[in-house]
């Protein structure tokens, strides 16, 4: 049986990975996997930069507004659909695209997820506690002390993956770090990592320039229909958190965009820092054209 390979596209936000992620499916005549959390909920479009219908339309995606902020998803259930979609793609196609930002659910689906001990579920409560009466920050600073290495790789704004984080800290008198990637899964397929990257500077422009777009689109009536549901942890993210403020009357909404930008910037040097770790990744420039990078892909992997 021929050899099946997952290509998966990692980049920071804005850079152009769902471009070259469906040149790369139509070239091979194949179908794209979303790993991009925030793409999941059909709620939120403008704000997570769903595809467009156009890009919709001209390939098969999977993962992309299929669930509501008011389910409860986790990235063990994304890697249980995602191995499963995978299964069924692979036994008619031999080359599968993935394309997202969410590092974490992308090394579900090549890696696996790791396994952490049952703890006292009243940690949870006292952290969401803390946070509902103290704010985030208190958090980022109680993980900054008890795992310094996860804090320096972690979404440090998302209070979802900070109270994960320390309740194995507190429940386990461990580190969460020290229980990640302990054992390796071994997936039926290869997978092949292609990064976009650029320049730190040109990064930040297409990131203003994204959320200027985002702006005219409707970003603020977008975020006005969800902020009943502003507790909700799909809505603890950039491009929405900000202008709640704006809507407590907290912040301007010139200042809240500036804030929407100046997050974004900061999530774009995680993800980085993030997919820079895997050294087997092949990285190409923003500009860099389609057939050299299935050029860099067949002499390396000979497919």
């Known amino acids: 049986m021929a050899d099946?390979?997952?290509?998966?596209?990692?980049?920071?936000?804005?850079?152009?990975?769902?471009?070259?992620?469906?040149?790369?499916?139509?070239?091979?005549?194949?179908?794209?996997?979303?790993?991009?959390?925030?793409?999941?909920?059909?709620?939120?479009?403008?704000?997570?930069?769903?595809?467009?219908?156009?890009?919709?339309g001209a390939i098969k995606h999977h993962f992309i507004q299929n669930i509501s902020i008011f389910d409860e998803y986790s990235v063990g259930d994304f890697e249980r659909d995602a191995i499963a979609l995978l299964h069924g793609l692979f036994k008619k196609k031999n080359i599968v695209i993935m394309v997202g930002g969410s590092g974490l659910y992308i090394d579900v689906v090549t890696k696996g997820l790791d396994k952490f001990p049952e703890v006292d579920p009243n940690i949870r409560t006292e952290l969401n506690k803390l946070l509902e009466e103290q704010g985030i920050t208190v958090l980022q600073e109680q993980l900054s002390n008890l795992d310094p290495v996860y804090f320096n790789k972690v979404d440090t704004e998302n209070p979802h993956r900070l109270i994960r984080a320390l309740e194995i800290c507190l429940g386990t008198g461990k580190p969460f770090s020290a229980f990640l990637k302990q054992k390796k899964v071994k997936r039926d397929f290869k997978t092949i990592s292609i990064g976009i990257d650029a320049e730190r500077h040109v990064i930040y422009e297409r990131i203003n320039q994204r959320v200027d777009l985002m702006v005219e689109a409707g970003l603020v009536d977008e975020v006005r229909t969800l902020e009943p549901h502003k507790s909700f942890n799909a809505l603890q993210t950039v491009g929405y958190r900000e202008l709640f403020k704006y809507f407590e009357g907290d912040w301007t909404l010139d200042f809240a965009i500036l804030e929407i930008k100046k997050n974004t910037r900061r999530f774009a040097k995680r993800q980085l820092t993030w997919f820079k770790k895997n050294e087997?990744?092949?990285?190409?420039?923003?500009?860099?054209?389609?057939?050299?990078?299935?050029?860099?892909?067949?002499?390396?992997?000979?497919?």
């Open 4 to 56: 099946k390979w997952l290509i998966s596209i990692v980049g920071p936000t804005g850079i152009g990975k769902t471009s070259l992620a469906i040149k790369l499916a139509q070239y091979f005549e194949t179908e794209i996997i979303s790993a991009d959390s925030r793409q999941f909920f059909k709620e939120m479009t403008i704000g997570t930069a769903v595809p467009s219908k156009e890009e919709l």
């Open 280 to 303: 087997n990744t092949i990285w190409v420039d923003y500009q860099e054209d389609l057939p050299s990078v299935v050029g860099k892909i067949k002499q390396k992997f000979k497919i």
